[in-house]
Every structure is written in C-alpha cells, then in structure tokens.
C-alpha cells in the first residue's frame, strides 16, 4: 500500500474547500473538519463568511474566507489560484452550497429552474473541474456532494429541486469512474429535512409536520450528523467509496 500523507482521519495536512459554509450544513462541517485540524477554503456569497476562520479552531493562520457566488466561473478560477498559491493543494470539494426555491410544477417559473440548476447542479460541476488539474497532479482528491433525499423521491413543489438533486447524483457517478484512476473518489449525500435556514423555510408549519410524521425515527436531522458522515467521506479511509449515494433520511426511503 502507497504511505500517505497523513493517517486515516487526521486531516493536518490537507486543504478542504466547503461551500455554502456561512451557514446549516457548510458551517457545520467547517466546524467540525477545523476541530480535526483541516485547513478549511470557506467558500459563500454571504458577508458573514469574513468572520468564520477567527472563531473556527486555528483561526486565521490556517483558514482563509472567500466570498462570491458559486455560479460565477471567473471566481471560481480565481479562487483556485488563491488556493493554489497559498496552500499548493486541494484535498477535498465539499459542494454543499444548495438553494430550494419552491413552487408548484404547474406554476414554476423558468427563472428559478435555471437558478436552481445553475447552483445546485452546475457549479459543482465546474468547481470539480476546477480542482482537477490539482488533485490528478497529488493523486489525491475527495469531491463530497449534497444532494438531497430528493435525488431518490418525489417531493411535492420540489420539481427543479429533486431534479437537480437527482442529475447532482447522476454527476458524480460519472466523475467517480472517469476519476477514480487518478486517486479522486466522488460521491453524493443525500439527507433528509435537515434544520437549518433551508430546512426550516422548506418545511414550516402542516408539511414539515407531515413529513417528520413520516421519518421512522421521528425526527429531523441535525446539521452536525450530516457533517459526520462528510468528514468520513472526505477521509482516506473512505477511498473504496466511491460513486455512491449515501442516504441519512432516518428510514424515510426504507418505507
Ligand atoms: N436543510 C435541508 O433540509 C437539506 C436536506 C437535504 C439536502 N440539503 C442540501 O444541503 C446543502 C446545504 O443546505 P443547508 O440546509 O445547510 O442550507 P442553508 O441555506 O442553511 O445554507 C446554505 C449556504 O449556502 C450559501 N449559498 C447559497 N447559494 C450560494 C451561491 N450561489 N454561492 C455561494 N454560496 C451560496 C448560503 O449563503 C448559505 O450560507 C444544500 O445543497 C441543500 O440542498 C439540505
């Protein structure tokens, strides 16, 4: 077996970017890959990204924040060079920046299908691209995307959100075969209502309560249990997974 860089889930030596990482999900794995020595790429359109390598474990020294917008290719080169000629790797791409704009499929507009695609589906898309050249040079490389539980299920008003969940899915299986010879593994994660600010809007009020009904374990997920299983992911001892889409529904698709 080739020496690695660092054993199983010690990340001191590896460069993570995670976007979407001012709140919910993103912030939650920032925390958590931060407390177990990453150095973290935090990655949002929001302002408020300024001030999370100061309260994250290692601070400033080790974590660099960049505001801009996903979707935006120019940013998106740009930040790789940032990267590039601050750290002189990128380990791991956590695409986790998501939006859920819902409507009815009779009424949904033309315009948030082409927003939600464009930043749910897209722009992992050409974030992975962009990290390539990096990663094939280390022989290295982990891509963690969200997707949702509605890459798998119907949900109601979610028509451009499950279909870009589902082709998000489709993507990464497609980069994990033509990538795994270069020692990039990609895969998908697919929770269920997860409370935070996409959650809570998602499912307010009689529809969050009919569908908490429906989670065998009663219950919504928690930011921090989503982060778990992106950190195992983005591990090396994860590096026979990959092309998978792993649910945390609580037992929502086993029904
Ligand atoms: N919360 C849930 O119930 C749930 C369930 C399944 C999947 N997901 C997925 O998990 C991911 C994270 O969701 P969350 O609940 O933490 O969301 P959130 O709304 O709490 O946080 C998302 C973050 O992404 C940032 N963001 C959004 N669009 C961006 C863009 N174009 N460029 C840069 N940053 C952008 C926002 O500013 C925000 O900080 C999303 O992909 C979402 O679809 C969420």
Redesign the pocket.
Known sequence: MTALACAGDDYRSRVVIV?????????ATSQLLADRGAQLVL????G??EGLPDRLAGGVQRHLAVV????DQTAIASLVHQVQARYGRIDVLVN?????LLEAAAEASSADWDRTMA??LK?PFQLAQAVLPLMRQQAYGRIVN?????SVVALERHAA?CAS?AALVALSRVLALEWARHGITVNAI??????????KQ??AGSAGAAMRARIPVGR??Q?AE?AQLVAYLASEHAAMITGDNILIDGGYTAA
Request: glycine content about 10%; some cysteine; proline content about 4%.
């Open positions: 976007t979407g990482a001012a709140a919910g999900i993103g912030l990655v949002d359109r929001s408020e990204i801009m917008d996903v979707c986790n920046a998501g939006v859920a930043i749910n722009a969200l997707a949702s539980q509605a959100y969940k697919s929770p269920t209502v997860v409370e935070t600010e996409l959650g998602a499912w919504f997920a930011p989503i």
